[in-house]
């Protein structure tokens, strides 16, 4: 593969850690490439889903384990969380793993190589964590798919003394991303009610409560071609009633509702708002709207100077990275890192495992993430992220550079109250 002509931010070019210490973290990971990428592959043969990762965490534990770190599962109130640490002081550094997949179609998001990668970017920097100064805790984060594992963890206080989170992610063509966004994303859940009766004899009688729900879903249909380009809305009817011969009563719908920026999403859940009130009101039902089954997700903040020197060592390893990714934020993605990454600098890049492009959440992606490619991406990507963080750790120039970016991105906002409106609105 061939680099892009795309050149890092020269402000950080010059900062970082030894060449020392790049070749003994470099060559602590490649010396585990062959374990590194037999975990990726033994995660992948046993998908799980969110919160109910307990073989995968375990394999995690017992790799790290078995090389004489000791690591704790269940940990922050969540089963299958994981942490280790090595080193002992700040600055404090955390390296997310994730290793939940998806229902249906196993490991078609790749999560198996995102936790390989984590674990060789960690081996790499315990090799070096004494000559560096500083320390760097692995976490194993649940659930990224359905259930915001990692504000969870944030709540739980799994990261109240980090100073800066990395993580890599498997994506499809031929280019990977080193500063890569997202887009902001939260589900409602609507019920509406209304009054039961006989379809035939005695319609007069009811109020119906699919025709609510269909009322919302054709508002909800019209609203898209008057939203910001970048906001996304999607709905499924997941009660319509039971009996053809019964006004239904009850009914519902989910909508999930994306945003460029948390602004934007909390406008658009207003919007909604509106839309699921005006059709209880049109119909003579009453609406529950419960908001946030599981955390909303923030858009990804991704650190300039943190990814700046990521590009560096991967362009370096003879990537095909671009610095910033072209087109619809994120690729329409989402992520709970966001939450992570609006509380202090972080990074999220993606690295490619398939240079053509392909669906992912599909089992062809899946396959991707255990081909030749998928296992390069592993170790590239923890050659990447370690020495990205081996330059954190080393430079308190680039720290300060890390910081600054962070304050001049709005510094570290309040999640839950941003989010907090519309919640959980009962309307008659
Ligand atoms: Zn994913
Ligand atoms: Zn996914």
Redesign the pocket.
């Known amino acids: 593969m061939s680099t892009e002509s795309q050149s890092p931010p020269a402000l950080v070019a010059e900062h970082g850690a030894s060449q020392a210490v790049y070749d003994t973290i470099t060559d602590a990971i490649i010396e585990a490439e062959a374990a590194l990428v037999a975990l990726s592959h033994r995660i992948h043969a046993t998908p799980e889903v969110g919160f109910d990762e307990h073989r995968s965490a375990a394999l995690v534990a017992e790799f790290l384990s078995d090389r004489g770190f000791a690591p704790s599962v269940g940990v922050y109130g969540l089963a299958t969380a994981l942490q280790v640490q090595t080193g002992a002081r700040r600055p404090r550094v955390a390296v997310l793993a994730?290793y939940d997949a998806l229902p249906g179609v196993g490991h078609g998001?790749?999560?198996n190589v995102?936790c390989a990668a984590a674990v060789g970017t960690f081996l790499g920097l315990a090799a070096s964590v004494d000559t560096l100064g500083g320390s760097v805790v692995l976490v194993g984060t649940p659930a990224?798919?359905n259930g915001g594992g990692k504000e969870l963890l944030e709540r739980a206080g799994a990261f109240d003394d980090i100073d800066a989170v990395v993580m890599v992610?498997?994506f499809t063509g031929p280019h990977e991303v080193a500063s890569f966004t997202s887009l902001a994303v939260r589900d409602v859940e609507a019920t509406f009610h209304g009054v039961a009766a006989h379809a035939s004899s005695a319609p007069q009688e009811g109020r119906n409560a699919l025709d609510a729900v269909v009322a919302a879903y054709q508002a909800i249909a019209a609203m898209r071609q008057h939203m910001p380009d970048t906001d996304r809305l999607h709905a499924i009817i997941t009660d319509g009633g039971t009996a053809t011969n019964v006004v239904p009563h009850v009914a519902g719908l989910t909508v999930e509702l994306r945003a460029e920026f948390v602004n934007e999403l909390v406008e658009l859940s207003h919007r909604v708002q509106a839309v699921l009130d005006g059709a209880a009101v049109m119909t003579g039902t009453r609406v529950e709207a419960r908001w946030d089954p599981f955390p909303a997700y923030l858009p990804v903040r991704s650190n300039a100077p943190l990814a700046g020197r990521y590009f560096t060592h991967m362009a370096g390893r003879g990537r095909s990275i671009v610095l910033e990714q072209p087109g619809l934020v994120g690729g329409g993605w989402s992520?709970d890192l966001g939450n992570i990454s609006v509380r202090r600098p972080a990074i999220h890049p993606t690295v490619s495992i398939c240079p053509t492009p392909t669906a992912?959440h599909t089992e062809e992606f899946g396959r991707h993430a255990i081909s030749p490619n998928g296992d390069r991406a592993i170790i590239d990507s923890a050659v990447g992220l370690a020495l990205t963080v081996a330059d954190y750790l080393a430079d308190s120039e680039l720290r300060d550079l890390v910081r600054e970016d962070f304050r001049a991105a709005g510094g570290a906002i309040d999640v839950e109250r941003l989010v907090a409106a519309p919640v959980n609105a009962v309307h008659p």
């Open positions: 994730e998001c790749g999560h995102i990224e798919e992610h498997p992520t992912m």
